[in-house]
Nanobody
C-alpha cells in the first residue's frame, strides 16, 4: 500500500534551519496538492502551509516569511523549508497530499498522510 514518507526532522537551535521532505513510497503516485501541519503537545493540529496544483501557496501567520512550501515534480517530493526557527515551532510535523494515479478508469486522486516527524527547537 502506498505511503507518504517523511524525513528531515530533528533538533536545532533557535535561529537555525531544517528542511522537511515528503514523498510517495511508489513512483506511480504523483503529488497533486499538498500541505504541512503540525501538532505541539497539548495543542490542536495547526495547518502550517499548503500548495495548490498551480503552485499557489498559503501560510499560517505564525510562519509567514520564515517557512517555504514547495513541490519538485521531477522528484515527486513535497518540501517544507523552515528558517529562523523558534522554540514555539517545536511540534510533530505531518505532510498530507492528494496523490494522483492512473487507473483503468482514468486519473484518480487519493488523500494520504505522512507518519509525522519531530521538530525540536531549543532556545
Amino acid at each position: 500500500q502506498v505511503q507518504l514518507v517523511e524525513s528531515g526532522g530533528g533538533l536545532v537551535q533557535a535561529g537555525g534551519s531544517l528542511r522537511l521532505s515528503c514523498a510517495p513510497s511508489e513512483s506511480s503516485f504523483s503529488i497533486d496538492i499538498g500541505d504541512w501541519s503540525r501538532q505541539a503537545p497539548g495543542k490542536q493540529r495547526e495547518l502550517v502551509a499548503d500548495i495548490k496544483t498551480d503552485g499557489g501557496t498559503n501560510y499560517a501567520d505564525s510562519v509567514k516569511g520564515r517557512f517555504t512550501i514547495s513541490r519538485d515534480n521531477a522528484k515527486n517530493t513535497l518540501y517544507l523549508q523552515m528558517n529562523n526557527l523558534k522554540p514555539e515551532d517545536t511540534a510533530v510535523y505531518y505532510c498530507h497530499a492528494h496523490l494522483a494515479v492512473a487507473t483503468s478508469s482514468g486519473i484518480k486522486t487519493f488523500s494520504y498522510w505522512g507518519q509525522g516527524t519531530q521538530v525540536t527547537v531549543s532556545s
